[in-house]
């Protein structure tokens, strides 16, 4: 069985910086391309990056493009997303994505497992 497992969500001020981490157990982390999703209070989730199964390929969306990253440790298990130049409308809970044997995309709809979510809140 498939787990995933968010850490490291907080408050930071905006401007900052912060790594949230999403374990993975259960299965073979190489099958499987990993994403960041979030949610705000009363709006729709919203892709957040995607890195597929290698590394090698990434995307972005384009509200947090060239603040955020979306990187991998397969040793580890491990899918990171360091957020950087946090804004107030960052503001969400960040839930980790996976999707068994494809490379990774913006629908949320395509991924077989999800975590249950780490708050991120930025301060003005």
């Known amino acids: 069985q498939v787990q995933l497992v968010e850490s490291g969500g907080g408050l930071v001020q905006a401007g900052g910086s912060l790594r949230v981490s999403c374990r993975f157990s259960?299965?073979?982390?190489?099958?499987?391309?990993m994403a960041w999703f979030r949610q705000a209070p009363g709006k729709e989730r919203e892709f957040v990056a995607a890195i597929n199964w290698s590394g090698t390929s990434r995307s972005n969306a384009d509200s947090v493009k060239g603040r955020f990253t979306i990187f991998s440790d397969n040793a580890k298990n491990t899918v990171y997303l360091q957020m950087n130049s946090l804004k107030p409308e960052d503001t969400a809970v960040y839930y980790c994505?996976?999707?068994?044997?494809?490379?990774?995309?913006?629908?949320?709809?395509?991924?077989?497992?999800w975590g249950q979510g780490t708050q991120v809140t930025v301060s003005s």
């Open positions: 259960g299965g073979l982390f190489s099958s499987y391309a």
């Open positions: 994505a996976g999707q068994y044997a494809r490379a990774g995309d913006s629908n949320w709809s395509s991924y077989d497992h």
